[in-house]
């Protein structure tokens, strides 16, 4: 086992080890799930089990969960706003309050090690802190006043009040990069219950161990804050049970919404069933990313080698198992350019083979990779093309690990083979040369929707930066100027999400506390007696918040 360095934030870092047990937890209560459908959590560093065995949650269980989820969301709506916040900092405490059993737990599952482990616990406890914070100050539900009328002519004006309130009990995937920050308390599941909906997760198979530890965690949350136990449910899905227990929480009547962070294949299929429900639900699906990189004339010549460093790492971080790692980079042939690919290769033949999250996830790249080197006019320049080999002859046992690939091509073929514009998931990235300027332009105009999209510009580039800018508005969710997509932030500005197929809402974000108003819906009061209003919308306004009152913001209270 890894030695876990210890953190200034861990609040127990000497207490016992805490050890899963194979079990779901629904409604407040730890429950065994069907014998038949056991599994196992793979150790992808040697390729054997972990040696716990896991029970995925029998469809009595899925069915109770999601029923108790919907009897708390009643009982919810009576708790204040300071009651939720208070809630979403227990569960960080609780979660600290692991110590290193959960990031050990999550090294042994993952392969992933403790520098990216413990700040991705950091960015859950800073997350649901900040999701607290939001909570408490109010006026993330927007609040609007227009006040009756009586005088107006032609007919009277009535009282009306409007905000967003939570649409129920929601139903979130645990994704497999990410066994801590987009899992059982990730970013869909603690901005649900920051909204006031209840949980139901579906554990992912490749981290059941790391998912139960905080479900226990946030089960005591529950229990310490006195909230209903159907607030949160997690349910262990894996072996013959795991596309089974999808299929019943999107399909069951109690849950009011998806979110769900994976593939493509993956998250178009839930959306595709939450439509054919007999009231269609909303699924909030982010489904991978090209991620594509504009490395500018004046950039290059300026800063080609150092840009060149920069984007390797972005590539290679996390074995490129991140849905924000660069898989395209365009550069125009210039006097800086021969020293920016050069730096480029020299990177790609140092990398050696690092371990990747699952089986799945290598047999997905080395499949991937060799669609793409098996296209004409794309060649490899820097790396090994091994781990595309293991796509004609995948191994069932040992190591689960890739090797770095560079792939180079020219505009031309680029702009011929649409396929190259689809998401490759691991440590490999193309390099499209580009003989003039115009084509950068060219080339952002045929990108697909994605999550980002960087420019790194010099002082004199101005003018084509601009153009790149207006383009990738169209193409991306988030600009990134002179520097890399990977690392994304928790905060107010920030946006995940982006048009399709980066995600199917690009008009949201999955994180920050804006990702609350996902699971809301806008809800008008006409003429409603004030004791029956929610209490951002009454005339005394007791929380003091910012509210939009006959189209002037203010927090002052209405005279009666």
């Not at 050890?19 to 196992?40: E, I, K, L, M, N």
């Not at 004046?298 to 920069?310: C, L, N, P, R, V």
């Not at 994304?488 to 974000?509: D, I, K, R």
Request: glycine letters at 10%; aromatic letters at 6%.
């Amino acid at each position: 086992m890894n030695q876990v360095p210890k953190t200034q934030s861990q609040a127990q870092p000497h207490a016992p080890a805490i050890r899963p047990a194979g079990r779901s937890y629904v409604s407040g209560s730890p429950v065994q799930g069907d014998p038949t459908g056991s599994f196992h959590a793979i150790n992808p560093t040697h390729g054997q089990p972990t040696g716990i065995v896991y029970s995925a949650a029998t469809p009595q269980a899925v069915d109770r969960a999601c029923t108790q989820a919907w009897a708390a969301f009643y009982a919810i709506q009576d708790r204040t706003a300071e009651d939720r916040a208070l809630f979403l900092e227990a569960i960080a405490e609780q979660i600290l309050a692991l110590g290193d059993s959960l990031i050990e737990t999550a090294i042994a599952e993952t392969g992933l090690q403790p520098q990216r482990l413990i700040p991705e616990r950091e960015r859950v406890v800073t997350s649901l802190r900040v999701l607290a914070k939001t909570v408490r100050e109010g006026s993330w539900v927007r609040a609007s006043l227009d006040k009756a009328d009586p005088a107006r002519k032609p007919a009277p004006r009535p009282d009306l009040r409007r905000m967003l309130r939570p649409l129920g009990p929601i139903a979130v995937f645990g994704a497999s990069n990410f066994p801590l920050a987009y899992s059982a308390m990730g970013t869909d599941a603690a901005s649900a219950l920051a909204a006031g909906c209840p949980v139901v997760v579906k554990g992912h198979p490749s981290h059941p161990g790391a998912g139960e530890l905080v479900a226990q965690a946030v089960t005591t949350a529950v229990g310490v804050c006195g909230f209903h136990p159907g607030t949160y449910s997690y349910l262990q899905a894996g072996g013959v049970r795991e596309t089974a227990i999808g299929r019943e929480l999107v399909t069951h009547p109690c849950i009011r919404g998806v979110g769900f962070t994976g593939s493509f294949a993956g998250g178009t299929a839930l959306a595709d069933l939450a439509r054919t429900r007999e009231d269609p639900i909303p699924v909030f699906a982010e489904m991978g990313s090209i991620n594509p990189v504009f490395v500018l004339p004046h950039a290059m010549d300026e800063a080609g080698k150092a840009i060149a460093e920069k984007l390797y790492n972005s590539v290679t971080s996390s074995v490129g198992q991140m849905c924000t790692k660069p898989g395209l980079i365009f550069a125009v042939r210039g006097d800086g350019y021969v020293e920016f690919e050069h730096t480029l290769i020299e990177m790609a033949n140092k990398g050696i083979g690092h371990t990747m999250l699952s089986r799945k996830i290598q047999g997905n790249f080395a499949k991937r990779l060799s669609e793409i080197a098996a296209i004409e006019g794309v060649e490899i320049r820097g790396g090994s093309l091994q781990t595309a080999k293991l796509a004609e002859n995948m191994p069932t046992e040992g190591p689960v690990s890739a090797v770095p690939a560079l792939l180079k091509t020219k505009f031309e073929t680029f702009a011929k083979h649409p396929t190259l514009r689809d998401e490759c998931f691991g440590p490999s990235v193309i390099l499209v040369v580009c003989e003039k300027s115009s084509q950068l332009f060219e080339a952002a105009t045929m990108i697909r929707g994605s999550l980002t999209g960087s420019i790194m510009t010099g002082p004199l580039d101005g003018a084509l930066a601009k153009q790149l800018h207006t383009a990738l508005e169209m193409r991306v969710g988030r600009i990134i100027y002179n520097g890399v997509p990977t690392g994304v932030e928790v905060a107010h500005s920030m946006v995940h999400g982006g048009p399709f197929p980066a995600s199917n809402q690009p008009q949201t974000t999955a994180v920050g506390p804006m990702a609350m108003e996902r699971w809301c819906r806008p809800v008008c009061y006409q003429n409603a007696p004030d004791p029956l209003l929610p209490i951002e919308l009454r005339n005394a306004n007791p929380l003091g918040i910012a509210r939009l009152v006959d189209g002037e913001w203010t927090n002052k209270p209405l005279g009666t």
